[in-house]
C-alpha cells in the first residue's frame, strides 16, 4: 500500500485546513490510519485515527473539538480537517496506516507499518 498525503500550508491563528491522505492498493478502510505529527526538534506525535470498518475515531486531548477525521471509501482517502488552527499546531503531518493494529496501539507510531511522506503545516500567530 502506499499513502500520499497532502494540504499542508501556511496560515494564520484560527484558520483551517484539511489535509487529505490517499490510500492506494487496497481500500482505505482496511486499515486503520492515523494521523501524527513532528514540529521541529520534537518527536512524533499522535493527532488522530480512524478504525478499519466501521470508523471509530480518535482524537488526541489536543485537538479534540478542533480537528475532525473521516474517511471517503469512494476516493479511497482520509481527511483531517483542521479548524481554529493554532502556532503549536505547526509541524509535518503524516499519514500512517496498518491493517491489523489493536485499539492500545493507535497512539504509537511505531505499531503503523505504512507511511507517507508528510505534509508541512505552519500556523503564525
Known amino acids: 500500500v502506499q499513502l500520499q498525503a497532502s494540504g499542508g500550508g501556511l496560515v494564520q491563528a484560527g484558520d483551517s485546513l484539511r489535509l487529505s491522505c490517499v490510500v492506494s492498493g487496497r481500500p482505505a478502510s482496511s486499515y486503520v490510519v492515523g494521523w501524527f505529527r513532528q514540529a521541529p526538534g520534537k518527536e512524533r506525535e499522535f493527532v488522530s485515527a480512524?478504525?478499519?470498518?466501521?470508523?471509530?475515531?480518535y482524537y488526541s486531548d489536543f485537538v479534540k473539538g478542533r480537528f475532525i477525521i473521516s474517511r471517503d471509501n469512494a476516493k479511497n482517502t482520509v481527511f483531517l480537517q483542521m479548524d481554529s488552527l493554532k502556532p503549536e499546531d505547526t509541524g509535518v503531518y503524516f499519514c500512517?496506516?496498518?491493517?491489523?493494529?489493536?485499539?492500545?496501539?493507535?497512539?504509537?507510531?511505531?505499531?503503523?507499518?505504512?507511511w507517507g511522506q508528510g505534509t508541512l503545516v505552519t500556523v503564525s500567530s
Open positions: 500512517a496506516a496498518d491493517q491489523r493494529l489493536i485499539q492500545s496501539s493507535i497512539w504509537v507510531p511505531g505499531d503503523y507499518d505504512y
Open positions: 480512524i478504525t478499519k470498518n466501521f470508523g471509530k475515531t
